[in-house]
């Protein structure tokens, strides 16, 4: 049997992953005591793996694909398949920031002022090509954890990965500079990306991954309508695209559907009753392609 090796990353962003592959249509099924998974696509398997090293092993061929922040994808310069960007991430679906962060009481107010300075990081790389750009040379130290911890004591300044920016305002520090934003990405080994069946069963499950992903936040909604009442309705109504009207065998009548944001709706459907609407039917989406 053809199998797909894909690894997916561990720690901050497991579960979100996982949660977003039963939205795809997939179960992932790990052990209490290994990194190792199954689905019940038996043609994907893999492991879990940190995000910060998923790109060198997708690029070395021990894995067809794997799911990885940009930032990890542009800090180890591999050279891979960017199959598609999937914006999520452990709190939500919005990318990370990259930023540049020091004390609240630092003189630094800008990258022209790290000339000389000591910078903590993870991402050695993409902090060397950020001094690059700015004409600025600094001491780029690589951080093995804890990053926010060492500015104003072990650095005068880091670069660090966040989310909302609130650990770092919990340690006193401000943020002066993005560096960029970056979200999970699903990306290929490239001699993988040639062969016809891996190809496509990575590209079919970027298509189910990036469904799952707009149907985040959005429900479907139908309901019945008097024909003459419909302009009205339609004035109102939010939707993807146009929608849906269909002719009811009461000639007198029509059904509508569409999909609209998930907060909308509790905004919009008593005004919708109020209209004329009946039957009035909102469900929840796991994919929209």
């Known amino acids: 049997m053809n199998k797909l090796k894909v690894a997916l990353p561990k720690g901050s962003l497991q579960e979100s992953t996982i949660t977003l592959f039963q939205r795809a249509g997939f179960q992932i099924y790990i052990g209490t005591r290994t990194y ?20 060198k092993y997708v690029e070395m061929g021990a894995f067809d694909a794997g799911i990885s922040g940009n930032d990890w994808i542009t800090e180890n ?11 999520y991430s452990k709190q939500g679906f919005r990318p990370v920031k990259i930023v540049l962060a020091v004390p609240q009481n630092s003189k630094i107010k800008g990258p022209e002022d790290l000339q000389g300075k000591v910078i903590a990081t993870e991402l050695v790389n993409l902090t060397g090509d950020y001094l690059k750009k700015h004409k600025v040379k600094a001491d780029v130290e690589f951080s093995y ?12 300044a880091i670069v660090d990965i966040t989310e909302t920016g609130s650990t770092l305002l919990s340690h006193n520090l401000k943020i002066i500079d993005v560096l960029m934003e970056s979200a999970p990405k699903l990306i290929a080994n490239k001699n993988s990306w040639k062969e016809k ?3 496509e069963k990575m590209e079919n499950l970027a298509l189910l991954l990036k469904g799952a992903l707009e149907a985040e936040g959005k429900v479907g909604l139908k309901m019945n309508v008097e024909v003459k ?12 695209k146009k929608p849906t009207v269909s002719p009811l065998t009461d000639k007198k009548w029509v059904a509508i559907e569409t999909v609209i944001d998930k907060k909308t709706a509790k905004l919009i459907i008593p005004e919708l009753k109020r209209r004329g609407a009946q039957g009035i039917v909102e469900y929840p989406l796991n994919k929209v392609i």
């Open 197 to 199: 069946w891996k190809r």
């Open 36 to 55: 190792y998974f199954t689905t019940d696509d038996p043609e994907i398997e893999g492991v879990f793996l940190r995000a910060q090293e998923i790109p």
């Open 145 to 156: 954890g804890a990053t926010e911890i060492k500015a104003g004591t072990l650095a005068d």
């Open 77 to 87: 310069r591999v050279k891979v398949i960017d199959v598609c960007e999937l914006k």
């Open 229 to 240: 009442k419909l302009e009205g309705i339609l004035k109102i109504l939010p939707a993807m």
